[in-house]
């Protein structure tokens, strides 16, 4: 049995006893990848460290969030200086105005912004806000994303759900399922068709821009301007999911990176500064219908808008608009990219390598991943082999074949220099 050391199999066996699958999040619970996880102690920077003193680089960066590593010292000082002055209010204050503003910002088609306090929040908050705009009922959706655990996401939905077998959760009623209408990714006369045979009755469609969930899957070239225009010609909200790409793209997410404008965004992650924020926005004709205000389209929340976490995000998003962050995110990326194609070709090896910006995945599979189905052709059984490789020689990356690495902008010039290493050696040792 795979494992990392006994205090953490100890600890973890005890978590077992009190939270399902000793995890908070079924992704973190190594299903796919058997073995006991790594309890982790602390994260410094880009490396993290487990209860056995192991250390690691990391690659998952609490799946997408600390694109500035674990506990950069200017978003500590904002957490313990917001820490000092209370830590919540459940009323208005200036942090939540500050982070939103730097938010519409940097994002130009969100006119208004409201705080939530995940990626799951802000994606079934933009879709009841799509639906009860337009007054339409049904989504259209792609197979393979995640949009979090909402229950019109559960239909055929990627990430944990895809790692571990269960693309269809139960506990969703079938009145609800049914008005989730799933196609393809990068499929456009799949959406075509959902359109026309659903005429006027899509309130919305909803896209990762960069798929990240089923591993890292880009938009075909015109994907994302053709969805556009099907979203224009239907009436349609076109609701763009950039919890992952949101800020790690570029300072505008994939809509500035692609140059499409979508209606809404939803985001999360590294909005939070690895606290937990989410948010939706988009166009004001739209956010002017959330209650309080028009049609009062009714979402709340206790802790939105959370001083600790406002502050934290505000800080990382300030430091991502400072010169030079986005080039050293790419080059990192490129580096790792290359190191891995040269790794695969010195080893006669010809498996896929995505990557969109700082977003990368290797798939198992000498096919072309352009969405679910492609995707679901890699050898998890020798992913799983490479996986424990890797960590074994202190690279930690997710534990599925269907998510993406993360690379941060203080992984150093050695991280990947030593990343590459133990990428080679792993590969040489399962085949
Ligand atoms: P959260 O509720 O986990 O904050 O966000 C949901 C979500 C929404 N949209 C996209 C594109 C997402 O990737 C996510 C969450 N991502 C997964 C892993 N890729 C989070 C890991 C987990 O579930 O523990």
Redesign the pocket.
Known sequence: MEHTGPKSIEAFSTAQQYIPGGVN????AFGAVGGNPPVISHGRGAHLFDLDGNEYIDYVCS??PLVFGHAHPRVVQAVQEACLLGTSFGAPTQAETALARQIVQMVPSVEMVRMVN??????MSAVRVARGFTGRDKILKFEG?????GDSFLIKA???ALTLGAPDSPGIPQAIAALSITVPYNDLSAVQEALRQNPGQIAAIIV?PVA??MGTVPPRAGFLQQLRQLADQDGCVLIF?????GFRLSAGGAQEYFGVTPDMT?L??IVGGGL?V?AYGGKRQIMEQVSPLGKKISQAGTLSGNPLAMKAGLVQLQMLSEPGVYARLEQLSQNLEAGMAENLKKLGLRYTLNRVGSMLCMFFTETQVVDYATACTADTARFRRFFWELLKRGVYM?PSQF??LFPSAVHSDGDVERTLRAHYEALKAIH
């Open positions: 999040s079924p992704a973190r799946w997408g995940s990626g799951t929040e802000a994606t994303c995640w949009h979090g655990h990627g990430s944990s990762e990240g969930n999911d950039e919890v992952i790409t939803c999360g992650k937990p989410g997710a998510e993406c």
